[in-house]
């Protein structure tokens, strides 16, 4: 009798089933009353995650930094910021986790670096010397004009000059951070150490932070370039060869096409986020029309093997709004952005229980799509309880704010006064007392997603229904079905009230 062991390539990774979930660490839970969240407040709050069912969790830049861009400007890939705790704290953290059976993820912002950073200092001081090519250096501020400004709330030029080399250097992002320069062999070989580094500190995977970017070519642009995806091949080529088991996956956003790239022929990353369907979620919900979400999944169609989608509704950045179409995103901000101080560059920064009015058909679902549709769900912290946002504050940061733990003042977070403010209104502590609490139905989603495979692993399969407002599909043995409409409807199989939803076993 012989035993047949299955193929390398049909056991799914275990990101492909992995429920992921993103925190702060300056937002989750501050240990040492300093009003700021630190790794050891982590550390204490990793027993909820693993009540809740999570396999994965994402965490946003620890490292040192000048805390210009909350994090994602690195001072050194090799330092934890002294707020957020020590090299042994992250260690312990990175034990903890994986002690309950959670991977942890982090990012690595490789488009560019502080300008506080020591490669940057050297580079402007000594352009001779071993760090004057790895910054984007120029004396025409005008080269790269197909280049858009992203953060065009803040920046009219992806140029700063600097007076002390006396020349400009190129950022995409704030001009407080430089581009590097991927035309400098060194830069490859500083970014493979870093991944080396954390990688055998036992970090389970990478996100790759603004991917698009990292090469800039006159005439083309700077977005998605042969280059760039050659270069993700590299990192993935080292991934492959020294740490089989990690994950990398890339914040690319892009429009369809220029996203699938990102997989190549399943050489390039394991994962990408999906910007296309994320905004087309929220444009159904405030037409009362499936329509466009039936389109943008028919521009993405089926991955390599090995690969998945990261499926997202909110995260720490605004609702971005970059990629679709005009008309779009003047209905977005009609339905979304009621108060203009919510916008952040050409998006929404709102959190997902306030963008949905707190109506609770809406919350549930928004929460069955994210877990329904093709990919892998990503929770933002705080929105498995509906949390609100201050839309008061700056930048990003009014979807930034403190874990609600508790009632009262502090919220659990901190015994101190925070840095950022608590909205209040609910907490973790409020619904898990209480059944049937939008936290209890989350974690019942998450428990019905493991009973079910296939929601991880199945094509999909889109279901005309012949009604504007339905989105159905398939995956596997179950029917999903999502009515973003005001109206119930009669579907036969299936009634479904207004916003109603249903995964729906078939044959
Ligand atoms: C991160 C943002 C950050 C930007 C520039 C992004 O892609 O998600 O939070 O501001 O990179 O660093």
């Avoid at 402007?124 to 065009?152: A, H, K, L, T």
């Avoid at 220029?258 to 190549?264: A, D, H, L, N, R």
Wanted: glycine content about 8%.
């Amino acid at each position: 009798m012989s035993t047949s062991t299955p193929k390398r390539s049909q056991t799914p990774k275990w990101y492909a089933t992995a429920v992921f979930y993103q925190a702060l660490v300056h937002a989750f839970q501050d240990s040492n009353a300093d009003g700021i969240g630190d790794l050891r407040g982590l550390i204490s709050r990793l027993d909820y995650l693993a009540w809740l069912g999570i396999d994965c969790l994402w965490l946003p830049p620890f490292y040192l930094s000048p805390m210009r861009d909350d994090g994602y400007d690195i001072a050194d890939y090799y330092a934890v910021d002294p707020r957020y705790g020590t090299m042994a704290d992250m260690e312990e953290l990175i034990a903890a986790a994986h002690a309950r059976g959670i991977r942890v993820v982090t990012d690595l912002a490789l488009n560019h670096t502080s300008d506080q950073h020591a490669w940057f200092q050297a580079s402007r001081r000594d352009p001779s010397g071993p760090y004057g090519d790895y910054y984007v250096w120029g004396d025409d501020p005008q080269r790269y004009p197909e280049i858009r400004v992203i953060f065009n709330d803040t920046e009219e030029s992806n140029w700063a000059w600097d007076p002390v080399r006396q020349q400009y250097y190129f950022h995409r992002f704030y001009s407080h951070q430089p581009d590097l320069n991927y035309d400098c062999p060194s830069v490859h070989r500083e970014v493979f150490k870093i991944i080396r580094f954390w990688m055998r500190k036992g970090i389970d995977g990478f996100r790759l932070d603004a991917i698009p970017y990292l090469y800039e070519r006159d005439g083309v642009g700077g977005e998605s370039l042969p280059e760039t995806l050659h270069f993700i091949e590299q990192v993935r080529a080292l991934v492959d060869a020294e740490f089989p088991d990690a994950l990398i996956i890339a914040e690319a956003n892009q429009p369809p096409a220029q996203t699938m790239e990102f997989f190549g022929a399943g050489n390039r990353v394991h994962m990408v986020f999906n910007f296309p369907v994320m905004p087309a979620l929220f444009a159904a919900l405030a037409t009362g029309s499936a329509a466009g979400v039936y389109d943008v999944l028919d521009k993405l169609p089926e991955l390599p093997a090995g690969c998945q989608w990261g499926t997202f509704l909110r995260n720490h950045d605004e609702l971005t709004l970059e990629m679709v179409p005009p008309e779009v995103r003047e209905v977005m901000y009609a339905a979304y952005m009621p108060d203009p101080r919510a916008k952040a560059n050409d998006g929404i920064a709102r959190r997902l229980a306030p963008l949905v009015g707190g109506d609770c058909r809406k919350l549930e679902l928004m929460f069955s799509l994210l877990f329904s549709l093709p990919g892998a769900p990503f929770i933002y912290y705080g929105d498995e309880i509906g949390m609100g946002e201050d839309i008061t504050l700056p930048d990003r940061h009014a979807v930034r704010t403190p874990m609600q733990w508790e009632e009262g003042p502090g919220a659990g977070f901190s015994t101190a006064a925070p840095q950022w403010p608590i909205v209040g209104g609910t907490s973790v502590a409020a619904q898990r007392a209480e059944e049937d609490s939008l936290l209890h139905f989350v974690r019942g989603l998450i428990a019905q997603r493991k009973a079910h495979p296939e929601l991880a692993l199945a094509p999909y399969e889109p279901v005309e229904t012949g009604v504007d407002a339905v989105f159905a599909f398939q995956r596997g043995s179950l029917l999903c079905v999502h009515n973003f409409g005001a109206e119930a409807v009669d579907l036969g199989p299936v009634e479904l009230g207004p916003f109603g939803w249903a995964w729906i076993p078939v044959e």
